[in-house]
T-cell receptor, first 115, second 115 residues
Framework: AQSVTQLDSQVPVFEEAPVELRCNYSSSVSVYLFWYVQYPNQGLQLLLK??????LVKSINGFEAEFNKSQTSFHLRKPSVHISDTAEYFC?????????????FGDGTTLTVKP | DAGVTQSPTHLIKTRGQHVTLRCSPISGHKSVSWYQQVLGQGPQFIFQYYEKEERGRGNFPDRFSARQFPNYSSELNVNALLLGDSALYLC??????????????FGPGTRLLVL
């Protein structure tokens, strides 16, 4: 069975400060890893994903995440946050192959960016 | 291109009633998954369908059922509604065998309130 633990339920930061949202996972098989963002009263938007290859993956809006196999972690970082980054962030894992449509999510981290 | 669409957007039901939620996947996507997101938690996997067959089921009671139609749209049915069924129900589609096959694209969700 898979599980995902997001270590911080709430992260308040000031605008232009760096931020890290932590995610640990457990799985007995090789997995895909994802970060999603959810704005109030909306569905989930894919932020970035790790499939294979380079352990550092980046999004178009400045976020990056690093896959660490030995620590089973996939932490999300941004060097300088904006007010518009305020949202709920979810880390997720899914099996490869036919079960890729069955994802296990963490309980989310609320990122609040203050002016 | 249209994304994943879900209907209705909001729904209010009373305990014991039945509800049907609908999902239309992105054109060309043959796999649909359903998730339940209770307030303050991450989404939980309910069902995965591919080519009209159930390919995975989460830890939900038999009151929950789903099906996929020849045009790959899907319905989620919940019988004998309980207060605890109040949640945001998310549908996601993906395209097994094609580019980005591991990526699920989420709809905006149906918010169900059971009174």
């Amino acid at each position: 069975a898979q599980s995902v633990t997001q270590l911080d339920s709430q992260v308040p930061v000031f605008e232009e400060a760096p931020v890290e949202l932590r995610c640990n996972y457990s799985s007995s098989v090789s997995v895909y890893l994802f970060w999603y963002v959810q704005y109030p009263n909306q569905g989930l938007q894919l932020l970035l994903k790790y499939l294979s290859g380079s352990t550092l993956v980046k999004s178009i809006n400045g976020f990056e995440a690093e896959f660490n196999k030995s620590q089973t972690s996939f932490h999300l970082r941004k060097p300088s946050v904006h007010i518009s980054d305020t949202a709920e962030y979810f880390c997720a894992v899914s099996d490869r192959g036919t079960n890729a449509g069955k994802s296990t999510f963490g309980d989310g981290t609320t990122l609040t960016v203050k002016p | 291109d249209a994304g994943v669409t879900q209907s209705p957007t909001h729904l209010i039901k009373t305990r014991g009633q039945h509800v049907t939620l609908r999902c239309s996947p992105i054109s060309g996507h043959k796999s649909v998954s359903w998730y339940q997101q209770v307030l303050g938690q991450g989404p939980q996997f309910i069902f995965q369908y591919y080519e009209k067959e159930e390919r995975g089921r989460g830890n939900f009671p038999d009151r929950f059922s789903a099906r996929q139609f020849p045009n790959y749209s899907s319905e989620l049915n919940v019988n004998a509604l309980l207060l605890g069924d109040s949640a945001l129900y998310l549908c996601a589609s993906r395209s097994p065998g094609l580019a980005n096959q591991e990526t699920q694209y989420f709809g905006p969700g149906t918010r169900l309130l059971v009174l």
